[in-house]
């Protein structure tokens, strides 16, 4: 059983965006081609890009679709292969860095210093020389 390969599409030229996450899920498409997986991983994925093939919309459901059926193809191939894209973890806990620590420091910060202007650079001298 083999990989199968997104679809060409004529309609998504003029959308920016749309076309460079297209572009982006065709990259990892061809990259999971290069990789040894099992059966049941494969017809998974498959079911995954059969979906976006088979789509008819266009726009942001076509751009939602992709995204959506990408994250769920990389979560299948985390779970299963211990496979991820380069820097995923980075991605992902940055988000949670910035809120759950940067943004409560800064408040702490700002309220310390009684001047919420420091929040987003309190790792700054506060007077210029």
């Given at each position: 059983m083999e990989?199968?390969?997104p679809r060409e599409r004529t309609d998504?030229?003029?959308?920016?965006?749309?076309?460079k996450v297209y572009a982006e899920f065709g990259?990892?498409?061809k990259a999971i081609r290069k990789k040894q997986l099992t059966p049941?991983?494969?017809?998974?994925?498959?079911?995954?890009?059969?979906?976006?093939n088979a789509s008819t919309?266009?726009?942001k459901e076509l751009m939602k679709l992709v995204s959506t059926s990408q994250k769920a193809m990389i979560k299948q191939m985390e779970k299963e292969m211990?496979?991820?894209p380069r820097n995923h973890f980075s991605k992902l806990w940055m988000v949670v860095g910035m809120s759950a620590f940067?943004?409560?420091f800064g408040?702490?910060?700002?309220?310390?210093?009684?001047n919420m202007g420091l929040l987003g650079d309190w790792g700054y001298p506060l007077e210029w020389e």
């Open positions: 990989i199968l390969e998504i030229s003029e959308d920016q965006k749309l076309s990259l990892l498409v049941t991983l494969i017809s998974a994925l498959n079911g995954n890009i059969e979906r976006v919309v266009g726009g211990k496979i991820v940067g943004l409560p408040v702490v910060f700002g309220l310390g210093l009684k």
